[in-house]
């Protein structure tokens, strides 16, 4: 069965939305576009594996898409990223678009949970998603996502879309390499770990104060559940 990696870049407080530039998407009122500019050096340059495309075909949401086709034919031809792109094949998840015309691109009809799925059980190359927040949303709550690929930038935003919104299904992940830039960008690599490991720090036998703020806790609860504002 072929992996599934999902490659992003996200703020410290976890938005993606944006990252490249002012007119990526401003969608929602985003003004902080290209957020990740001033932070690039020769380590990311030459840490790019799982954004540069390379020996995977990539599977792409409609805005990533339009974003890539807009921008990466048009590139010079020596340009390493912009020659694999260009000829590995992409499959794009979208309820609007009835045609594509960047080269060796598939649109994916249907539910795209079930479509993504069946490109895994199928033979070639592992599967790439490069951004594609909406995608990676619907992906995560279905358990498809073998692998993330997130470099953590030193900023806090405050507002846009997140890789992981409200709702998100819960889980453990393990991380397995991690790198860091000279401008503090956090390269690292996840793999699910299964369900969210709980434990406490609680004394076996709580103190009387500790008791009390339970039962505060408790009513408070039960209120809002009675009485939904």
Known sequence: MRKLIASTFVSLDGVMQAPGGPEEDPTGG????????????????????????KDRELVLGRGTYEIFEAYWPYQPVDDP???????????????????????N????????????AALKAGAGQDLQIIGSGNLIQALQ????????NVWTFPVVLGCGKRLFEAGAKP??????????????????????????????????????????????????LRNNQENPS
């Open 105 to 116: 691109s598939t649109l994916l009809r249907g539910d795209v949970v079930s479509a993504v």
């Open 30 to 53: 985003f003004a902080f576009g290209g957020w990740t500019f001033n932070y690039w050096d020769e380590v990311m340059g030459r840490s790019m594996n799982g954004f540069d495309g």
């Open 171 to 220: 889980g453990a992940l393990r991380l397995v390499a991690s790198q860091t830039s000279t401008t503090g960008v956090v390269m690292s690599t996840y793999v699910p770990a299964g369900d969210v490991p709980l434990g406490s720090f609680a004394q076996t036998e709580p103190s009387a104060k500790e008791t009390e703020r339970r039962a505060k806790l408790a009513r408070t």
């Open 81 to 103: 990223i912009a020659r694999t792109f260009n000829a590995t094949r992409k499959y794009v998840a979208s309820r609007t678009l009835e045609k594509l015309s960047w080269n």
């Open 141 to 148: 709550a279905a358990s498809l996502i073998d692998e993330y």
